[in-house]
């Protein structure tokens, strides 16, 4: 009996090596074709009164989405007034209009489940809104007001400029946003509109009548781009709509204020600002491109391969998956009608901080130093790409993308032409660019931590410039 359950054991285990090694035969996958990416192009048209608008009839569901660009933002605000765009952005609904007070806009958007929102954003102000098809007369009648004939209510005024003030109050408790948020003052300087931050004293200094101002002078209808797309009969249809609804809103010349140049020095600078707190925040700040720059695409893969690309890339590789000195790194970058920058980002310990900070450095330079695998380069671009196309889930985003694009001053087939673009970009490509990019050497290193639990000192790295926390 026991040699028999030897035998079956024996029997067994034999089976179990053998289904295990067919598992582990790598299967014969048929090879894929490249990505076609055909998105819809809509219909682009002129209203009467200049208006640009996107167009694209998506009957799937019973909703209309229309989204208005507006070329203005946080940049456009006045050193004495900074949160000017923002607080007109988000008192254009909850401020009332000509037609509809404040408590009115509420009921009638809540009673049929609608939205209208409105934000203001760096270089860009969106009002939006979302509605059943059958409630798009009198939803779209409060957006047409909302866009036009804002009043900016005294008690909504006051409301949102306390809320703004609480917000300032409150802006350093959370010291990871503290550090980025410092980290772009400091490499922008404080007195450039890149670098600005919103102050008590500016907050305060606004008034309804700047409101009213900057409402006048920047939402014109030759100063946006309508994204349209939804349940509607026709085109013919929805545009009849939009030219009756627009038809006295007039054309105007947007006054722009002059924006200085960009001026970084070519050196490294690291500043810290001294707190008890658990974590260590690390911020590396580098001079990156102007925008339309067609080096974009192959520092999107550099930047890819050396932060950005979640768990494969290689600080998360190299910090976080190897070493265990931080959960949350990363990098990114940002175009600017100047010079925008190249970012990286890490939380971890103050006992390890400075093999985090060595790590990023050195990452940095090593993707200037030689070509990146092929493994990397094809893991990035189909990244990429994918990422790119998922984008746009639905006619709507296409529609609000076309129209981002145009008012950013892309070219007409940017959008149409990415993948292909991204798809040609080779490994030479990525170290070129890397090698005429990347910057450590005269990066912005901004740190804020418990210097007395740091394992070195930071000025090891550098000369430091001690900050107070303000």
Known sequence: MKEHILKTLILGSSLLVFASSLHAVKPRLPKSKPLDFSPPQGARHILKNGMIVYILRDNTLPIINISAKIKTGKFYDTKDKIGLAELTADLLKDGGTLKYKPEEIDKILEFSGASINSRAYSEESEVSMRCLSKDFKKVFDIYND???????????????????????????????????????????????????????????????????????????????????????????????????????????????????????????????????????????????????????????????????????????????TKRGLAYAVYSYFAKRPDYGFVFAYCGTKPETYSQALEQMLKQFQLMKEKNVSVQELNIAKSSIINSFVFRFPTPFSLMEERASYELYGYPKDYLDNYTKEMAKITRDDVLKTSKKILDPDNALIFVIGNSKKFDKPLSTFGKVTILKED
């Not at 409150?170 to 922008?188: G, H, I, L, V, W």
């Not at 670098?195 to 946006?224: C, V």
């Not at 349940?231 to 204020?257: H, M, T």
Request: hydrophobic share 35%; no cysteine.
């Open 146 to 320: 909302v866009l036009i004939n804002p009043t900016f209510n005294n008690d909504k005024v006051k409301l949102f400029k306390d809320d703004m003030l609480e917000g300032i109050r409150r802006r350093n408790d959370k010291p990871n946003s503290q550090a980025t948020r410092e980290a772009m003052r400091m490499f922008y300087g404080k007195n450039h509109p890149y670098g600005w931050r919103t102050e008590p004293g500016t907050i305060k200094a606004i008034n309804k009548s700047d409101l009213k101002n900057f409402h006048s002078n920047f939402y014109k209808p030759n100063n946006m781009i309508l994204a349209v797309s939804g349940d509607f009969k026709s085109e013919k249809e929805i545009l009849e709509k939009l030219n009756d609804a627009f038809s006295s809103w007039k054309q105007g010349k947007v006054n722009f204020p002059k924006i200085p140049a960009v001026k970084i020095k070519k050196e490294k600078h690291i500043y810290f600002i001294e707190k008890d707190i658990a974590q260590t925040y690390i911020v590396l700040v580098q001079k990156g491109i102007k925008r339309h720059d067609p080096i974009e695409f192959p520092l999107n893969v550099a930047n890819h391969i050396l932060g950005g690309g979640s768990f494969s890339s290689r600080l998360t590789t190299e910090i976080r």
